[in-house]
């Protein structure tokens, strides 16, 4: 009998996605041994203990049921106060905060919460490989604006302007930036405020690196004012400013008419988000500050080490102030980024993702997480060095 294909049944939402550019390379790499992986964008950590142990706790005390859909409200209570506390901004936490099954979730939700079929969403680009997805996948259309590595990876207000239309809806930011490591400047958000409120737009703020910033004092988009709050959704998570990638939460916070609808995706999708680990994020809010600037500072001495050691090499790499990536321009190389990652890989055994995964402006460029080990990056320089002396 002849072989048929099922493709031809996938969605035009799902056959239109692109695959991503990261896998290929984890692929690969599970084939070798002795690879070094800056690949990843996760913490090397293990959760803290005391995070570890309530997960534990809940589950020995029974807490094995469904939450309320928008989370327990204990949990929205602590992530109320520590936005508060951190960034004196103001959610109330039983109509304007759900918890999710991570920032991926609550991009999901939020897009479809916000997007009709062909409404457009800028996206400052490089940036997180999910971003259009979640908005081709929600009916919407992204658009896409490089940031250069001239303008510190920031946004360019003028191009945002340039690209708003009668369809557009939604700013996207995600500052600290994945892959860039750039932060957001306080001018350019405000400049950004600026354009929301004249065209009536929502803005979508990624905030999930928020913790992890370095001589920077991270700044909260819906903190610069009530009426932008109001026009925001937030969403943070634990993933990285707690090493709980494997836990899965996060959440959304915003405008109560605009949480209701998210609440009601997420009812329908996913019900509540795993109990044992809102169990451990409250305790990540309770107990978990020295632990994060514990990693901070760890992640710091890494940062320092891999930004000299790739400008040493001949890479230029901008200077990281936030997340933990760097981002070197590997042009001299004379190579591509998706060749340049490739031959690393299978000369070097050194895995880094090409710049071009993460959209327009990130050709020329590798990612690089130093949320490894130390002397693990101290390691892959010193292979990069002798991969820079053949092709540099
Ligand atoms: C910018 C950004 N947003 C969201 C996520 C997803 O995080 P979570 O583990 O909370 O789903 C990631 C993960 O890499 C990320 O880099």
Known sequence: MQETSSTQYLSERVAGLKPSG???????????KDVISLGIGEPDFTTPKPILE??????????THYTSNSGKLELRQAIADNLANLYGVHYDPVNEIVATVGVSEALYLTMVDLLNPG???????????????????????PVEIPSKIENNFQ???????????????????????????AVAERDVLLEIAKIAEEHDLMVVSDEI???????????????????????????????????MTGWRIGFAAGPADLIKGLVRIHQYTIMSAPTTAQDAALEALKSGEP????????????RKLI?????????????????????????????????????????????????????????????????????QIEEALHRMEKFMQRYG
């Open 22 to 32: 990261i896998r290929k390379f984890f692929d690969i790499a599970a084939t070798m």
């Open 291 to 302: 632990h994060v600037q514990g990693m901070v500072a760890e992640y710091d001495r890494r």
């Open 54 to 63: 309530a997960g534990i706790r809940s589950l020995q005390n029974g807490e």
């Open 307 to 375: 930004v000299s050691g790739l400008n040493k090499l001949g890479l230029k790499t901008f200077e990281p102030r936030g997340a933990f990536y760097a981002f070197p321009q590997i042009t001299a190389s004379g190579m591509d980024d998706e060749m340049f990652a490739e031959k690393l890989l299978r000369e070097e055994h050194v895995a880094v993702v090409p710049g071009n995964a993460f959209g327009p402006g990130g050709e020329g460029f590798v990612r690089c997480c130093y949320a490894t080990a130390y002397d």
């Open 209 to 243: 690196y928020d913790r992890l910033v370095y001589g920077f004092q991270h700044v909260c988009f819906p903190s610069l004012g009530e009426s932008l709050k109001r026009r925001t959704i937030l969403l943070g998570g634990f993933s990285k400013s707690h090493a």
């Open 155 to 181: 946004l360019d207000p003028d191009e945002v302007r340039r690209h708003i239309t009668p369809r557009t809806k939604i700013i996207f930011i995600g500052y600290p930036s994945n892959p860039t490591g």
């Open 119 to 141: 409404d457009e969403v800028i996206i400052p680009t490089p940036c997180f490989v999910s971003y259009q997805a979640e908005v081709i996948l929600a009916g919407g259309v």
